[in-house]
Nanobody, 124 residues
Framework: QVQLVESGGGLVQAGGSLRVSCTAS????????MGWFRQVPGKEREFVGG????????YYADSVKGRFTIFRENAKNTVSLQMNSLKPEDTAVYYC?????????????????WGQGTQVTVSS
């Protein structure tokens, strides 16, 4: 049974930093692209960034480029999202997900396993 479990969300002031992590089990972690999405009530889930199975290539939404960094530790089946210079508009539930295959998937349907989400709140 595949499980993705996020951790590390919380409340932070604007301009601050926060790291959320995701640990996977029941899946051959090294073979999956890992992605981060976020969602606020009433809006569609939004792509944040992704990282290749090797960890050598990462890609980001324009809204977070230069502020967020994704990295993974395949030996620990973990992917993390380091968020710096946070803004109130970054407030959302953050989800990790995994996608088979290659390329740079950015759409929700391209990911087949999802975590339960972790809340990140940025106060102004």
């Amino acid at each position: 049974q595949v499980q993705l479990v996020e951790s590390g969300g919380g409340l932070v002031q604007a301009g601050g930093s926060l790291r959320v992590s995701c640990t996977a089990s029941g899946v051959f972690f090294n073979s999956y692209i890992m992605g981060w999405f976020r969602q606020v009530p009433g809006k569609e889930r939004e792509f944040v960034g992704g990282i290749s199975w090797s960890g050598m290539n990462s890609y980001y939404a324009d809204s977070v480029k230069g502020r967020f960094t994704i990295f993974r530790e395949n030996a620990k089946n973990t992917v993390s999202l380091q968020m710096n210079s946070l803004k109130p508009e970054d407030t959302a539930v953050y989800y990790c997900a995994c996608a088979p295959g290659g390329g740079r998937p950015v759409l929700s349907y391209q990911y087949n396993y999802w975590g339960q989400g972790t809340q990140v709140t940025v106060s102004s």
